[in-house]
């Protein structure tokens, strides 16, 4: 198996360059825009092995330990799936957006509703921080957002946009089906050699990334250049969002850990929009889609530029 070792070995040398791997992959997205009509038709498929891999990259020891005792679960799910966002959902309504700005506001309302992206749990892995915990939370999320997004529509748009059913169906046999294939992996394979080859996942974890930057960078230089002030006001307001859900997160669950925070932090911050983009596609505007695309730039610069936190508040709960 010798043809190997040079593949692994790059992966594995991906992998050690973690999130600042995902931050480039952004910008190679970017530059690739014409490979984005042959990776869309694909991104179920990069869904299901970011799960996978967050599976794979999961301690089942420590798994276990949070569904034995699920308190901070329950917590984390409840701020991230209703504390939040009825919090953000009625700042937007004070601040008069839905009237000023109606397509910004649905787009904006159906973000804060949605579950965390599927990926979470991966770029935890990728920071340092605590995969056990992003995981389980990240499921108890899933399992509550046909739920929750569904009420969230109701009270804040005045009407619901999704299907609970087809929601939780989908949600449902994501995690599932990774989950079960990832049990399957680790049978056969064992915990040790998944152990050994932890930085070889994560630089399949980081090629995964990048091809979903493909899908999401399409059109984005073209949009910029036709109306760059509104591009940037755009994007302050997109970084804004999601580095205010991770300060709140950190503030809310000081208590249990800094650490553990800034991965809620995570959680809260970047949510599922592709799931709200393809179940609505062609009802939503063209600002809608060019939100869409500008709230990639936090989720995939923001796990590098918070990475020496993470390492600093990990080594302060390991003292």
């Known amino acids: 198996m010798r043809i190997l070792n040079g593949p692994i070995a790059a992966l594995a040398w991906l992998g050690r360059q973690g999130t600042l791997a995902i931050a480039a992959s952004l910008f190679l997205g970017l530059s690739l825009p014409q490979l984005a009509a042959y990776v869309k038709p694909h991104l179920g498929e990069t869904v299901f092995v970011l799960l996978l891999f967050s599976y794979l990259r999961t301690d089942p020891t420590a798994f276990r330990a949070y569904l034995r005792s699920p308190k901070i679960v329950i917590a984390a799910s409840l701020w991230v799936m209703i504390g939040l966002p009825a919090l953000f959902g009625l700042a937007y309504v004070v601040s008069g957006m839905r009237t000023a700005m109606p397509d910004l506001y649905t787009i904006m309302i159906l973000q804060i509703a949605i579950a965390p992206i599927t990926s979470s749990a991966a770029f935890a892995a990728l920071m340092g921080l605590d995969v056990a915990l992003s995981l389980v939370t990240l499921i108890v999320c899933s399992a509550l957002s046909p739920v929750s997004t569904v009420a969230f529509s109701y009270l804040?748009?005045?009407?619901?946009?999704f299907s609970p059913i087809e929601l939780?169906?989908?949600?449902?046999f994501f995690f599932a089906a990774s989950g079960a294939v990832a049990y399957g992996i680790r049978r056969i394979a064992g915990q040790d050699w998944i152990?050994?080859?932890k930085e070889p996942i994560d630089g399949l974890n980081v090629m995964t990334v990048f091809?979903?930057?493909i899908a999401a960078m399409e059109g984005v230089p073209h949009q910029v250049m036709a109306a760059p002030l509104f591009a940037l006001a755009l994007l302050?307001?997109?970084v804004a969002l999601a580095i205010l859900p991770?300060?709140?997160?950190?503030?809310?669950?000081l208590p249990a850990g800094a650490d553990r925070g800034l991965?809620?932090?995570?959680?809260?911050?970047?949510?599922?929009?592709?799931?709200?983009?393809?179940?609505?596609?062609?009802?939503?505007?063209a600002t809608a889609w060019f939100y869409f695309a500008l709230v990639q730039f936090p989720i995939f610069l923001l796990p590098a530029l918070l990475k020496p936190l993470a390492v600093r508040l990990q080594r302060k709960a390991g003292s």
């Open 236 to 238: 302050g307001l997109v």
């Open 263 to 285: 991965a809620i932090g995570l959680l809260a911050a970047f949510r599922n929009l592709g799931v709200v983009m393809a179940a609505l596609g062609s009802s939503l505007s």
């Open 156 to 161: 804040f748009l005045g009407t619901s946009l």
């Open 211 to 213: 091809v979903f930057a």
């Open 195 to 197: 152990e050994r080859q």
């Open 168 to 172: 939780g169906l989908k949600l449902f």
């Open 246 to 253: 991770v300060g709140l997160s950190v503030l809310v669950f």
